[in-house]
């Protein structure tokens, strides 16, 4: 992305787009990345519900795969997934590995 | 048709603020900026504006107020002094950087410690680089006329930055003087309707006002800051040319008295630029080339047009009601920056007097004078910067 110069800029660094956060994708500064392990997943959407961003894709009111773009790699979902019969349905792997 | 009265700089100023009736008005007392405020206020409780006053707890949550209220969409107005100034000085970058037109008169106090109400230019000069506009008033007609002068090159729309309106504590806050009053309706048309820009109140189109901005774009917005700095000159100039058609009052960026011919010149800050031209005309009578330049737009510093003004006078003081403790007083700094790129520039030295309200006599001007003409005699100067009118 071209990065903006002086010219540019709105006066006083006023932010005239509602809900640009979409834009702003912290999935870079992840040093923990989750993983789902679909076979043990109940649907249970705690995860979905427990992440403080908007990393957890739901498709037709089921689970779908992350969205990395912006999960920072908290461990929140892994750490509340129920999982199936004591198997996780998420786990936390380390970035780059 | 004007109206003729004898009236305190403060209690001009509160009447500018009334002609002006701003919508919010953040106010905290502050010697000697109390009896601004307190006039204002009661203009306020009688009807006579409809500015909502807020009182607050402290000038860091006075400019605070001011910021929300002009970010809002409002007009904004509030007053200060000395510790207080010190005290908003996080807030004060704040409103600059937000680029909210925000007017503030400030009636110059010297800054503790030792604790002292009196006039002094200690406040403003820590706020120089703040970001805020800067005009100096010598006398209550000034302080009346920048006050209004002020609303017109803060919300002008290539500028939209906070103006402070300073004039000295006491001497001009608290002494009566001839003033000569707009009409309210001149005041109102001069003025003009508050154009917002950006306004939170406007629910129909969010915005957000104060991100984070990080090394990727930081340095981006300060040059933009700055360029909207270089624009100033302009706008004060055009506004008063135009504030001159309604009262017959000319203001530029500076005042250049008896100038033109001048051999030796004091550059002098507000109040004691009065007393120091009458010592000027005396000498004038003596046949001696004095004259006076009295800056009035302090922040942006008008260099190149102060240059050339200045630029044929062959020995200058600069004369500092503040010091930069282990520098030159700030106005010196400015004067001999903007003489720098001459090459036949005049001989320059800093004086620093009138601290902590100490009076400036007609006899300091004379004998900063003479030593100017025993300077242009002799080619040479003792020292740069001395205290004057200082016990030993």
């Known amino acids: ?68 773009d912006y999960c920072k790699g908290c461990g929140i979902c892994a750490l509340e997934c129920p999982g199936k019969k004591g198997q996780k349905a998420i786990v936390m792997v380390e970035e780059g590995k | 048709m004007a109206r003729v009265v004898a009236v305190t700089g403060n209690e001009a100023s509160a009447e500018a603020l009334r002609q ?17 405020m307190q006039r204002f206020s009661g203009f306020v409780s009688d009807g006579k504006v409809d500015t909502e006053v807020i009182l607050v707890e402290s000038e860091h949550s006075a400019m605070s107020a001011c910021i929300g209220a002009s970010a809002a969409g409002g007009r904004v107005v509030t007053a200060t002094s000395s510790q207080g ?11 600059a950087g937000m680029r909210l037109p925000v007017v503030m008169p400030l009636v110059n106090r010297a800054l503790s410690a030792p604790l002292n109400i009196h006039g002094d230019h200690s406040d403003s000069m820590g706020a120089r680089d703040s970001g805020w506009i800067q005009l100096y008033s010598e006398n209550a007609q000034e302080a009346y006329d920048n006050t209004i002068q002020a609303f017109r090159i803060a919300e002008h729309m290539d500028i939209r930055l906070p103006v402070m309106v300073c004039f000295d504590g006491f001497i001009i806050s608290h002494s009566i003087e001839r003033v000569e009053y707009l009409e ?30 990080l090394p990727d774009l930081y340095m981006e917005y300060k040059r933009a800051q700055h360029e909207v700095m ?34 030796i010149a004091l550059v002098i800050l507000s109040s004691a630029a009065g007393t120091a031209k009458d010592v000027i005309d005396e000498f004038r009578g003596r046949g001696i080339k004095a004259g006076l330049l009295k800056p009035r737009l302090f922040r942006p510093f008008p260099y190149e047009e102060v240059a050339d003004t200045l630029k044929k006078v062959r020995a200058i003081s600069v004369m500092d009601r503040a010091d930069s403790f282990g520098g030159y007083g700030p106005l010196f700094m400015e004067i001999s920056s ?55």
Not at chain 1, 23 to 37: D, L, M, N, Q
Request: hydrophobic fraction near 40%; proline fraction near 6%; include cysteine.
């Open chain 2, 184 to 213: 309210d309706t001149e005041v109102k048309n001069f003025v003009g309707e508050y154009k917002q820009l950006y306004p939170l109140l406007d629910i129909d189109n969010p915005k957000s006002y104060g991100p984070l901005i």
């Open chain 2, 85 to 95: 100034l010190a005290l908003m000085w996080e807030m004060l970058f704040i409103a």
């Open chain 2, 230 to 263: 270089t624009k100033v000159k302009d706008v004060v100039l055009d506004v008063a040319s135009e504030f001159k058609k309604l009262s017959k009052r000319e203001y530029g960026l500076f005042e250049a008295y008896r100038l033109d011919d001048a051999d």
């Open chain 2, 338 to 392: 903007a003489l720098l790129h001459i090459k036949e520039r005049p001989l320059l030295i800093n004086k620093i007097y009138g601290l902590g309200g100490r009076d400036f006599l007609p006899g300091h001007a004379e004998m900063v004078l003479n030593e100017l003409m025993e300077i242009v005699e002799t080619g040479k100067f003792k020292t740069i910067k001395e205290y004057i009118g200082v016990r030993e």
């Open chain 1, 1 to 68: 992305m071209k990065q903006k110069g002086w010219k540019e800029l709105t006066p006083g660094a006023v932010i005239l787009e509602p809900g640009n956060a979409v834009e702003f994708k912290t999935g870079s500064w992840r040093a923990f990345r989750p993983e789902w392990k679909e076979e043990n997943c109940i649907q249970c959407l705690f995860c979905w519900l427990y992440c403080p961003d908007m990393a957890i894709n739901v498709k037709d009111g089921k689970r779908a795969e992350f969205n990395y």
């Open chain 2, 20 to 36: 002006i009736n701003p919508d919010v008005c953040a106010a905290y007392p502050i010697t000697p900026q109390t009896d601004l």
